[in-house]
């Protein structure tokens, strides 16, 4: 099979320009293959899960969308007439978003990305995922302030897997002694490509408060939803009043 950097973005573009039904599949180093549903991603507000909901909802001032996607996130915020600007990794995912209508969205990594004063970031379906591997979370946190206004903060998502991972005979829950968990890698298939393998990284509640707090954050959950998934609040301690 074909190698492609960009599976994800050629996926989306081919069911939102082509309207291609062909399926998107992904696997990870503890889960099968399984059918990743594209349409999934172009949900409107009524159909995003309690969590998402919550958080565009406490969005406010000059935003910035990480991992935008199609725009989903922020086609909302700009029918709330908010500020909101998107950013995404995938060439063909900022494409979709713009056709869609995202005003001010750009194909850019997060560690690339300098524009500055925003208000609130937003980070969700596990953004979490962007850090990548336990050992860069601190980069990317440092990073992550240098974009934040005075009084900025950041709402990001996560969940944690230890519900993947099967009890032992005495109940308790096997888990890898090679890696943290919650790491993983991650790779895609479309038609008869792959993606390259990337890591993706779930943070459990209790180790994300104390790599926060170790960082210079302070930790918040928000709210939890219904499949071991929660919402946090970061807000640097300098901006702590």
Not at 217 to 236: M, N, R, V
Request: include cysteine.
């Amino acid at each position: 099979m074909k190698v492609n950097k960009d599976l994800f973005g050629q996926a989306l573009c081919q069911f939102y320009f082509e309207k291609d039904s062909a399926k998107l599949y992904s696997e990870t180093n503890i889960s099968r293959w399984d059918e990743y549903p594209l349409d999934y991603l172009f949900r409107d507000f009524d159909q995003m899960p309690q969590l998402e909901r919550k958080a565009l909802t406490m969005a406010k001032g000059k935003i910035l969308d990480v991992g935008c996607g199609v725009g989903s996130h922020s086609l909302h915020l700009q029918n709330q007439e908010c500020d909101v600007w998107a950013i995404d990794s995938s060439f063909g995912a900022t494409s979709v978003a713009k056709a869609r209508g995202v005003n001010q969205v750009a194909h850019a990594s997060l560690l690339d990305y300098n524009e500055k004063n925003f208000d609130t970031i937003l980070m969700l379906m596990n953004g979490t995922g962007i850090f990548e591997s336990l050992e860069s979370v601190a980069v990317y946190l440092d990073h992550l302030k240098t974009l934040l206004s005075p009084d900025g903060i950041v709402l990001i998502d996560s969940s944690d897997l230890k519900y993947m991972y099967d009890p032992g005979p005495d109940g308790a829950i096997w888990v890898p002694a090679n890696r943290y968990y919650g790491a993983l890698e991650f790779r895609l298939r479309y038609k008869k490509q792959l993606s390259e393998k990337f890591p993706w990284l779930f943070i459990d509640q209790n180790l994300f408060a104390d790599l926060a707090q170790t960082n210079g954050w302070s930790f918040e959950i928000i709210t939890k939803g219904e499949h071991y998934d929660f919402l946090a609040q970061l807000k640097p301690f300098k901006a702590l009043k």
